[in-house]
């Protein structure tokens, strides 16, 4: 599968870019090989524009917000967040007319970051729960590109099978293979998941307990929350997203949510901790074919790969729904 070649792809919502950065002024982020010129309105609503002015094309990303509108580093052009050109500053007098507009993509913010979505989105931006709940503070953790096809960072969060090799520096258990009690319960546009594993040691000094029970969730087509629980600590809620750049580069975005039991949080200890894991992860994902198959018997599996089936077998269905429909619509 190669998520260039599929329109559905553009039909979801990414975490394309963190508000802290936005903050900072005009960005350029490459979704999927859309170019967007993303900017705060003067609400400190995010915008998305196509980063290519109908001038002479420059990057209105190079500009700045002037009047709730971008200016265009060029020439000055000013376009609202929805793409149609408010100002052209040496025709002052004149009305821009709708000929003089970019292209505009639906953007939300949502946990810190700004989300896009390419097309009319077929899922709602996921609810969190832990986001609602006062005990969990949510923690920004990676913001970065890697060479990898999103789907099989998604099936590795959920491979209970990989801790005891990859992981065998900070978590992972050469005693414990693969997950207890694992089960799946599908919803649409992604799944539940639940299973007991054994580990080596527990995220956290107090957590004496050297069992994870996870309660996980997948959301089609790159987004996976990995709640993991112990018997006596704090719980650790790893929300990882990935966003398609191209067939074999994502933009890894990762933030967690962490309970405070009352023993307080030591922000900089969860984050080395997990920087750790997710190095572990980087080493083998990206050596691995960003073409990944949907059909189960273009590669091997085993019993605990099931998560990872269960989500190729989703995504095929969302490409032939979509297919079909845009059959139907012509
Ligand atoms: Fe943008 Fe001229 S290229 S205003
Ligand atoms: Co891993």
Redesign the pocket.
Known sequence: MNVMEHAVFRRFWYPVMPMSKLKQGPQRFELLGQALALFLDDGGVPAALEDR??????R?SLGEVCDNAIA??????RYNREGQCVL?PQMPDRDPGPKRRVKAFSCREKYGYAWVALEQPLFDIPDFPEAADDSFVLIQEFYEEWRVSGLRVMENELDMAHPSYVHLGTFGSPEHLVAEDAKIEEFPGGFHYTGRLGVKQAHHAQDRNNERFLDCSWYAPFICRLRINYADGPAHVIINCQVPLANNRSQVVQFCFQEDDGNGIDEAAILAFDRKVTLEDKHVLESTDANVPLDPRDERHMVSDKPGLVMRRMIQALIENHETQAVTVQ
């Open positions: 002015c109908c001038h002479r094309t420059a209105l265009c580093p060029y020439h000055g052009w052209v």
